[in-house]
């Protein structure tokens, strides 16, 4: 099983600023990774897949690069909606599918 | 607009049954691949169990294999879940998602999920 990693737990931004969360595999995903967006109460949105293609309607704001094992998912300017935890996903391996534990991007 | 609806949550005991259902709208149910994944109270996502477009594969999580079985019925464009022997551990949110277009493995539209208790 590949065991996916997040990092930082808590991720403290203010408005504007640019945000960098991390994911980290236990072994290479050859860029089969998706990124995801969870906020408060709602279901996961799907941002990225295959580590940096957009998913329709994600704004610009939001990119995705990495290679092997690891990964990063940066948002450019941290919008008011954009405070949520964000998930990795690897499908390169599986079964199991594998999510990491998720980062929580939080108002400073 | 794509929707999927999920039903079937509630209180259970453990050693206890319950069967989760998802309707869809919105796409063509029979032409994806369908997912169920859990996220447990204050959790992150677990992959569960998903189901080719013909049933022809259906795969699980080890921890749910031989309790849980995924099932669709095109026709009804429906996704269930059949869950028995739940667990404590089982207790979670429950969402159905759909296959990306572009990859089966990655998951372009969700449900708002059902929850699911097991609790004596």
């Known amino acids: 099983e590949i065991v996916m990693t997040q990092s930082p737990a808590t991720l403290s931004v203010s408005p504007g600023e640019r945000a960098t969360l991390s994911c980290r595999a236990s072994?290479?995903?050859?860029?089969?990774l998706a990124w995801y967006q969870q906020r408060p109460g709602q279901a996961p949105r799907l941002l990225i897949y295959?580590?940096?293609t957009r998913a329709t309607g994600v704004p610009a704001r939001f990119s995705g690069s990495g290679s092997g094992t690891e990964y990063t998912l940066t948002i450019s300017s941290l919008q008011s909606e954009d405070f949520a935890v964000y998930y990795c996903?690897?499908?390169?391996?599986?079964?199991?599918?594998?999510f990491g534990g998720g980062t929580k991007v939080e108002i400073k | 607009e794509v929707q999927l609806v999920e039903s079937g949550g509630g209180l259970v005991q453990p050693g206890g049954s319950l069967r989760l259902s998802c309707t869809a709208s919105?796409?063509?149910?029979?032409?994806?691949?369908m997912t169920w994944v859990r996220q447990a109270p204050g959790k992150g996502l677990e992959w569960v169990a998903n189901?080719?477009?013909?049933?022809?594969?259906?795969y699980y999580l080890d921890s749910v294999k031989g309790r849980f079985t995924v099932s669709r019925d095109n026709a009804k464009k429906s996704l269930y879940l059949q869950m028995n022997s739940l667990r404590v551990e089982d207790t979670a949110v429950y969402y159905c998602a759909k296959g990306g277009d572009y990859s089966a493995w990655t998951f372009d539209a969700w449900g708002q999920g059902t929850l699911v208790t097991v609790s004596s």
């Open positions: 072994q290479s995903v050859s860029r089969l």
């Open positions: 295959d580590a940096s």
């Open positions: 189901v080719k477009q013909d049933e022809s594969e259906k």
């Open positions: 919105g796409f063509t149910f029979n032409t994806y691949w």
């Open positions: 996903q690897q499908y390169d391996s599986w079964p199991p599918l594998t």
